[in-house]
């Protein structure tokens, strides 16, 4: 593969990953959500399979593929399945639509908006230096990683229901993997395999308690989360 | 050298002035045709201009000169920006001057010089399309001015015929995720600054949703007639701009008579496509809420925004 070809997959895979990213905070629909999620890990298993071809390295190809089939294919079953479990009962009641929705988060999707580009500078700001140490084109798309670790972060903060906000851990953990890989041109394969089943077990956990609060509460609002029970 | 510039930028006047009508009219056929309407023909907007043109020109009472200068300085401010894209030629006598924020801020004049036309009429609906109008407008000229910028870095400069020639060259810079984001955003800053179907519907007068349609509301007559003209024409001139920018082979980039041929047929061809492309998907496009609105420029804002860091940042500008 040529130089400058790899560098341009490697800009469009990032500049996809980013994308992506910020469909999350453009869509309300949980559903489209999950599937803006599952084309950020493919762009996240191109990134690192682009990664491991430029410099011949068969293991990370391995990972990324392997990284493509958790964060594209299980990750998105798994929460399609919880959201399918979630407006399942309600529908006979006609308001499935409010659990399948984002209705009302915290910042609206406009400010939401905005901010990710706010974040999206900080985050080259922040890079800056770094780039700066070695400027290659892994490294210079350095920020891209960082943005979404934000971005991230900021759904996390900012979304009222409890799926949104397990996307947003998950838009956390691709940003931390993609920076890990685009910065140190790859993990260990076994750090990476224990990074990546720590990831299965907790969506596994949250989709659990996911179904427990729904139960409780008849809502996954987190807001109706403000007080103790027995 | 200078007939063929000349040439050019008399071309590039009368291919937005006189096609404008016809591209609405081919919209206007497309979107029938699509409905299973049998359609008015493409010629209807031209037939509707000249109806409108015989008729006696007439002003509410009351209205001052804001109101009577709209509609030509809308048309006037136009002709200037169609004469300075480069739509047909990049070897134009006046590429100089092409400066992406003059063309920016001449199609912005127009903007305002109708919503305060609106406002002059002390109408309830011509405050109301005015105050709307500049909300959309407050948030489209950024995101237009943002996503060229996008394109001017590769180039070094925001003067558009050195950024379009660059890019003939250089077909690669449009590729790159830059090019590809900027294009996105430029789109939709076109479709909600000439008043298309998810921003505004250019069809109806339902005084709750309508935007252009309420600040003209009381214009009649040959001045009615401008404003229509006007619209039309910056509709073309920003579809046109958008080819150049984002699908620029087949623009002239020297000074010979084949090449002025070949890209004026090829600018129709773009300009036909692009809006039977428009009017296809405003078939299947429902208007969005007015208050969703900034969510979706404020997207587009944000994509354009994107596009500069990329091109500044990935493509090793550093």
Same mark, same amino acid.
């Given at each position: 593969?040529?130089?400058?070809?790899?560098? *341009?997959?490697?800009? #469009? %895979?990032?500049? /996809?990953? $980013? =994308?992506? @990213?910020?469909?999350?905070? +453009?869509?309300?629909?949980?559903?489209?959500?999950?599937?803006?999620?599952?084309? *950020?890990?493919?762009? #996240? %298993?191109?990134? /690192?399979? $682009? =990664?491991? @071809?430029?410099?011949?390295? +068969?293991?990370?190809?391995?990972?990324?593929?392997?990284?493509?089939?958790?964060?594209?294919?299980?990750?998105?079953?798994?929460?399609?399945?919880? =959201?399918? @479990?979630?407006?399942?009962?309600?529908?006979?009641?006609?308001?499935?639509?409010?659990?399948?929705?984002?209705?009302?988060?915290?910042?609206?999707?406009?400010?939401?908006?905005?901010?990710? @580009?706010?974040?999206?500078?900080?985050?080259?700001?922040?890079?800056?230096?770094?780039?700066?140490?070695?400027?290659?084109?892994?490294?210079?798309?350095?920020?891209?990683?960082?943005?979404?670790?934000?971005?991230?972060?900021?759904?996390?903060?900012?979304?009222?229901?409890?799926?949104?906000?397990?996307?947003?851990?998950?838009?956390?953990?691709?940003?931390?993997?993609?920076?890990?890989?685009?910065?140190?041109?790859?993990?260990?394969?076994?750090?990476?395999?224990?990074?990546?089943?720590?990831?299965?077990?907790?969506?596994?956990?949250?989709?659990?308690?996911?179904?427990?609060?729904?139960?409780?509460?008849?809502?996954?609002?987190?807001?109706?989360?403000?007080?103790?029970?027995? | 050298?200078?007939?063929?510039?000349?040439?050019?930028?008399?071309?590039?006047?009368?291919?937005?002035?006189?096609?404008?009508?016809?591209?609405?009219?081919?919209?206007?056929?497309?979107?029938?045709?699509?409905?299973?309407?049998?359609?008015?023909?493409?010629?209807?907007?031209?037939?509707?201009?000249?109806?409108?043109?015989?008729?006696?020109?007439?002003?509410?009472?009351?209205?001052?000169?804001?109101?009577?200068?709209?509609?030509?300085?809308?048309?006037?401010?136009?002709?200037?920006?169609?004469?300075?894209?480069?739509?047909?030629?990049?070897?134009?006598?006046?590429?100089?001057?092409?400066?992406?924020?003059?063309?920016?801020?001449?199609?912005?004049?127009?903007?305002?010089?109708?919503?305060?036309?609106?406002?002059?009429?002390?109408?309830?609906?011509?405050?109301?399309?005015?105050?709307?109008?500049?909300?959309?407008?407050?948030?489209?000229?950024?995101?237009?001015?943002?996503?060229?910028?996008?394109?001017?870095?590769?180039?070094?400069?925001?003067?558009?015929?050195?950024?379009?020639?660059?890019?003939?060259?250089?077909?690669?810079?449009?590729?790159?995720?830059?090019?590809?984001?900027?294009?996105?955003?430029?789109?939709?800053?076109?479709?909600?600054?000439?008043?298309?179907?998810?921003?505004?519907?250019?069809?109806?007068?339902?005084?709750?949703?309508?935007?252009?349609?309420?600040?003209?509301?009381?214009?009649?007559?040959?001045?009615?007639?401008?404003?229509?003209?006007?619209?039309?024409?910056?509709?073309?001139?920003?579809?046109?701009?958008?080819?150049?920018?984002?699908?620029?082979?087949?623009?002239?980039?020297?000074?010979?008579?084949?090449?002025?041929?070949?890209?004026?047929?090829?600018?129709?061809?773009?300009?036909?496509?692009?809006?039977?492309?428009?009017?296809?998907?405003?078939?299947?496009?429902?208007?969005?809420?007015?208050?969703?609105?900034?969510?979706?420029?404020?997207?587009?804002?944000?994509?354009?925004?994107?596009?500069?860091?990329?091109?500044?940042?990935?493509?090793?500008?550093?």
């Amino acid at each position: 593969m040529s130089d400058d070809l790899y560098t *341009q997959l490697l800009d #469009l %895979a990032c500049g /996809a990953f $980013l =994308l992506a @990213a910020v469909m999350v905070l +453009w869509r309300r629909e949980l559903a489209a959500i999950v599937r803006v999620f599952a084309l *950020q890990g493919v762009a #996240l %298993a191109a990134i /690192a399979v $682009l =990664l491991g @071809a430029h410099e011949e390295r +068969w293991d990370m190809v391995g990972v990324g593929i392997g990284i493509g089939v958790l964060r594209a294919g299980v990750l998105p079953h798994l929460m399609r399945r919880a =959201l399918a @479990a979630l407006t399942e009962d309600r529908r006979g009641y006609g308001d499935g639509g409010a659990e399948s929705r984002e209705t009302q988060p915290l910042v609206n999707v406009a400010a939401s908006l905005l901010t990710a @580009a706010l974040l999206t500078l900080l985050a080259y700001a922040v890079a800056r230096p770094l780039t700066e140490l070695n400027p290659t084109p892994a490294t210079r798309a350095l920020p891209v990683g960082l943005a979404v670790v934000l971005i991230g972060f900021f759904v996390l903060v900012t979304r009222r229901r409890a799926l949104a906000q397990v996307v947003g851990f998950l838009l956390l953990d691709n940003g931390i993997t993609a920076t890990a890989f685009l910065a140190t041109s790859g993990v260990p394969l076994i750090v990476e395999l224990g990074v990546s089943f720590d990831v299965l077990l907790a969506v596994l956990v949250l989709q659990v308690l996911t179904a427990r609060v729904r139960e409780a509460f008849g809502t996954t609002d987190i807001d109706d989360l403000r007080e103790l029970h027995d | 050298m200078s007939a063929v510039g000349y040439t050019s930028v008399a071309g590039q006047v009368l291919v937005v002035g006189g096609g404008a009508p016809l591209l609405t009219g081919w919209m206007r056929q497309i979107r029938a045709r699509l409905e299973g309407r049998a359609g008015a023909g493409v010629l209807q907007p031209w037939r509707d201009l000249r109806k409108l043109l015989r008729k006696e020109p007439i002003t509410p009472v009351g209205t001052g000169p804001a109101f009577r200068a709209a509609p030509a300085l809308l048309v006037a401010t136009t002709v200037v920006a169609a004469a300075l894209v480069p739509l047909l030629s990049t070897d134009t006598p006046v590429r100089g001057h092409a400066d992406l924020v003059l063309v920016v801020a001449l199609i912005a004049l127009g903007t305002m010089a109708l919503a305060l036309a609106g406002l002059d009429t002390g109408t309830a609906f011509g405050g109301m399309g005015a105050s709307r109008e500049m909300t959309v407008a407050a948030l489209v000229e950024p995101t237009i001015l943002l996503s060229v910028f996008a394109l001017s870095i590769p180039a070094g400069t925001t003067n558009i015929p050195a950024i379009v020639s660059g890019a003939v060259h250089e077909p690669a810079r449009l590729t790159s995720p830059a090019g590809l984001l900027a294009t996105a955003a430029l789109a939709v800053a076109v479709l909600a600054e000439t008043g298309r179907i998810p921003v505004d519907n250019p069809s109806t007068h339902l005084e709750l949703t309508m935007i252009h349609e309420a600040m003209v509301l009381e214009y009649a007559g040959p001045d009615l007639a401008l404003v229509e003209l006007g619209a039309q024409m910056r509709l073309t001139l920003l579809l046109g701009l958008l080819s150049s920018l984002f699908v620029p082979w087949g623009i002239a980039t020297s000074a010979s008579w084949t090449a002025l041929a070949v890209a004026l047929v090829l600018l129709a061809a773009k300009l036909c496509l692009l809006g039977a492309v428009l009017a296809a998907a405003e078939v299947f496009w429902a208007k969005v809420r007015l208050f969703r609105v900034p969510e979706l420029i404020a997207g587009s804002f944000l994509l354009a925004l994107l596009a500069v860091t990329a091109s500044y940042f990935l493509s090793g500008a550093s």
